[in-house]
């Protein structure tokens, strides 16, 4: 597993549920690591193991611990960089939603050797759309449940009044259901092409 996954999960918990708790979670996995380094890679299993011991640990489905980190990609301070990465997806949110079959070779061209899952956003209708996640080869199927919380942060940043649920997963995919009640339903908050200078 890239180092930036997990490194992302460390800075989630730290930041949200404080040092001690990840602390916690490590000791109740004995694990030996209690930081990642963004580029170094790491058994896939140390990643499962963190994602257990945190649902564990605060007594929730991992599938909801899972979506509170992708709304943590988003709106937190420290993860800037990919907000704007997502944000040159269109100025809409629609714009943005149709964009993200592309999100894959968008993060490669940033991090070559993160591999993300096969995307695909189906539509049908006019404000009703679906969107896939391919996890085939995959271990346990997760990546659905972070884009639920990133998807529901994003439509928070352009302002749009979404509802959306994971529908499951399958073999080889993870469904997510989109219905979009209204596109510019508050004001979106403020993005910059650049990030600003301190």
Request: aromatic share 8%; net charge negative.
């Given at each position: 597993?890239?180092?930036?996954?997990?490194?992302?999960?460390?800075?989630?918990?730290?930041?949200?549920?404080?040092?001690?708790?990840?602390?916690?979670?490590?000791?109740?996995?004995?694990?030996?690591?209690?930081?990642?380094?963004?580029?170094?890679?790491?058994?896939?299993?140390?990643?499962?193991?963190?994602?257990?011991?945190?649902?564990?640990?605060?007594?929730?489905?991992?599938?909801?611990?899972?979506?509170?980190?992708?709304?943590?990609?988003?709106?937190?301070?420290?993860?800037?960089?990919?907000?704007?990465?997502?944000?040159?997806?269109?100025?809409?949110?629609?714009?943005?939603?149709?964009?993200?079959?592309?999100?894959?070779?968008?993060?490669?061209?940033?991090?070559?050797?993160?591999?993300?899952?096969?995307?695909?956003?189906?539509?049908?209708?006019?404000?009703?759309?679906?969107?896939?996640?391919?996890?085939?080869?995959?271990?346990?199927?997760?990546?659905?449940?972070?884009?639920?919380?990133?998807?529901?942060?994003?439509?928070?940043?352009?302002?749009?009044?979404?509802?959306?649920?994971?529908?499951?997963?399958?073999?080889?995919?993870?469904?997510?259901?989109?219905?979009?009640?209204?596109?510019?339903?508050?004001?979106?908050r403020r993005f910059d092409?650049?990030?600003?200078?301190?």
């Amino acid at each position: 597993m890239h180092g930036l996954i997990n490194q992302a999960i460390e800075r989630f918990a730290r930041a949200t549920y404080g040092n001690g708790f990840w602390e916690r979670v490590c000791r109740r996995r004995n694990l030996p690591v209690l930081t990642f380094e963004a580029m170094q890679s790491y058994d896939p299993e140390v990643t499962e193991a963190l994602l257990d011991g945190m649902a564990q640990v605060l007594g929730k489905p991992r599938g909801e611990v899972l979506e509170d980190i992708g709304t943590f990609l988003v709106s937190s301070p420290s993860t800037g960089a990919l907000r704007r990465l997502l944000r040159f997806g269109g100025t809409g949110f629609v714009d943005f939603l149709l964009s993200l079959d592309d999100l894959p070779a968008r993060v490669r061209l940033a991090v070559p050797e993160l591999e993300l899952p096969q995307m695909e956003l189906r539509e049908h209708g006019a404000r009703s759309f679906s969107f896939v996640v391919r996890t085939e080869g995959a271990g346990k199927p997760w990546f659905g449940h972070v884009m639920v919380g990133l998807l529901r942060a994003m439509a928070d940043d352009y302002g749009a009044l979404v509802v959306m649920e994971h529908m499951g997963a399958s073999p080889g995919r993870e469904i997510i259901a989109i219905m979009l009640l209204e596109a510019s339903f508050a004001e979106g908050r403020r993005f910059d092409l650049g990030a600003r200078a301190p």
